[in-house]
């Protein structure tokens, strides 16, 4: 499981920006939790509503490492995988052997000793450094789990890229041009109208084990919905002719 918080949107009328904060499954790119909040929500405060899994991992970049919210994953049997802030103050308790090779540098357990993490977090942490080799970056990880491998733990983290193409795909995809209304129930509703749409999508295209992009499926949903075919047939008489032909007039369909 994967917390992604970014800013997705603006009020047109009022120019106050709207924020959509959502859990997404990395297994299968499906939001679990969206949570629709004004611009002036910190992005962090949405720890608080979370319902932690027991067994779950949840992935958070650095802008979400607040100690004291993350203090409460441990009792609730939950992991979490961050990145490190590079002024973040420590002491190394222990070393684990390595393998270089690899990319991990180093695997330690730390308690943290600056002013405002020590007494937040008193408990103990893993920290793994590791090299990406293909991108030339350092990258240091924080966890409260201490099972996993050290080189499966940077591969795990390595999934929260799957939330940086759902947005864009979202935002290209679904188009939210503009609010039908400006009050807090007509945008949340247009915005989770938006999303249900993804998520029956992926669905569809599961259920149906479809060869097919999501934005296809929907490119032909778009100039079909109207028609009494069954969906399989819909699917399978699609060629790249009637894309061409329809596809550019009834996409808008789509757009909320």
């Known amino acids: 499981m994967c917390l992604s918080l970014f ?6 009328r009022r120019k106050s920006a709207v924020k959509l904060h959502t ?27 979370l319902l932690l899994e027991a067994g779950a991992f949840y992935l958070l970049d650095r802008g979400y490492v607040d100690f004291a ?10 992991f979490f995988l961050t990145r490190a802030k590079k002024n973040m103050q420590f002491y190394r308790r222990s070393s684990r052997p390595v393998e270089p090779p690899t990319g991990v ?13 020590a007494q937040p977090y008193p408990d103990r942490l893993r920290r793994i450094h590791y090299f990406d080799a293909q991108k030339d970056s350092r990258l240091t990880f924080l966890t409260n789990n201490f099972l996993l491998p050290p080189l499966t733990i940077a591969q795990l983290y ?28 007509a945008v ?35 100039v079909t919905i109207f028609e009494k075919t069954p969906i399989l047939e819909a699917f ?21």
């Open 7 to 12: 800013p997705w949107g603006q009020f047109r």
């Open 23 to 49: 859990l997404l499954d990395v297994r299968g790119s499906i939001p679990t939790s969206v949570y629709v909040t004004g611009g002036q929500v910190h992005d962090v405060k949405l720890l608080d509503e």
């Open 69 to 78: 919210r993350l203090d409460a994953f441990t009792p609730a049997w939950a």
């Open 105 to 117: 540098r180093c695997d330690q357990t730390i308690l943290l000793t600056g002013v405002r993490t």
């Open 158 to 185: 390595r999934a929260r890229w799957q939330v940086e193409l759902f947005f864009p795909w979202i935002k290209q995809h679904l188009h939210i041009k503009a609010f039908y209304g400006t009050s807090e129930n």
């Open 188 to 222: 949340k509703t247009q915005v989770r109208v938006a999303l249900s749409v993804h998520v029956l999508v992926a669905m569809v295209k599961k259920q149906l084990g479809l060869d097919l992009s999501l934005y296809k499926i929907l490119q032909i949903l778009s």
């Open 236 to 256: 399978s008489n699609f060629d790249d002719e009637t894309e061409n032909l329809n596809l550019g007039k009834h996409l808008n369909l789509f757009e909320f």
